[in-house]
């Protein structure tokens, strides 16, 4: 009572969800293959294997959590030899337990013998994503440090972004154009926090017609522009005339 809330919504297929046998595990599926987003459940075995994720192109960021255990999230994007850790702070780590060492192809994607995203017995959520064109782009930057620091195109004007440091254990970020509506936008929710909304000196973003710039130099954990390293992002768009989606079924 009394609390302002946001929340973030990303529709699959209405409900419906279909079998996906073209892994060595026979998966569930809901995806919306439009916008390059699906929902993927599946039984872990604790070999290596392959999973059906049902869209039609490769997934460039998978979260992942078993159901059933108290394993944590694992994420994978970027470098598939390693893993991030949505629930946590730390820069990529190494480990073959994860994806395989096995970057994800346009039908499936692929797990290894043991870890949070297979292990044996376990029920597995996997959220999947890959870029639109003119809708979302997942992809990398480096830093800069400077307080007009980094232009990244995306192609479209930006209504969110997520952004994780992959060199250094910094927060996950996300800036929004509903809490915070003028540039540039500095009211951060960390993803893996119960902080509650923030400023930082170090991140601060300006949201441009086609894409978006850092704008923050300060330290600190969170900051989105330390110079030299770099960062994952998923960024969706927004419609400057309506201020909605442009893809009409998202």
Not at 37 to 59: R, W
Not at 157 to 185: C, G, Q, Y
Request: glycine share 12%; proline share 3%.
């Amino acid at each position: 009572s009394g609390k302002l809330f946001v929340s973030y919504a990303w529709k699959a297929n209405g409900g419906t969800t279909a079998s996906n046998g073209l892994g060595s595990i026979t998966s569930t599926v809901q995806a919306n293959a439009d916008a390059g987003f699906s929902i993927v459940q599946y039984g872990g075995t604790g070999s290596a294997a392959t999973i059906g994720h049902g869209l039609s192109s490769a997934p460039e960021i998978i979260f992942s959590k078993q159901k059933t255990g108290s394993t944590d999230w694992v994420a994978g994007a970027l470098d598939w030899t390693k893993y991030l850790e949505p629930n946590d702070t730390p820069a990529f780590r190494s480990a073959s337990s994860v994806w395989n060492n096995t970057a994800p192809s346009s039908t499936v994607f692929s797990v290894a013998g043991s870890g949070g995203s297979n292990t044996s017995g376990g029920t597995n959520i996997a959220y999947c994503f890959h870029s639109v064109d003119s809708f979302s782009k997942i992809d990398s930057y480096e830093g800069n440090g400077d307080d007009y620091g980094t232009i990244v195109e995306t192609g479209f004007e930006v209504s969110w972004i997520l952004i994780k440091n992959v060199d250094s254990a910094d927060n996950w970020v996300i800036f929004d154009n509903k809490r915070d509506t003028t540039n540039p936008r500095e009211k951060i929710l960390q993803a893996n926090l119960d902080a509650v909304e923030s400023t930082e000196a170090g991140a601060k973003v300006d949201f441009l017609a086609n894409g978006f710039q850092l704008r923050g130099s300060g330290g600190g954990i969170g900051q989105t522009n330390t110079s030299g390293d770099t960062y994952l992002y998923m960024a969706f768009a927004t419609d400057p005339d309506t201020e909605q989606p442009t893809l009409a079924d998202s």
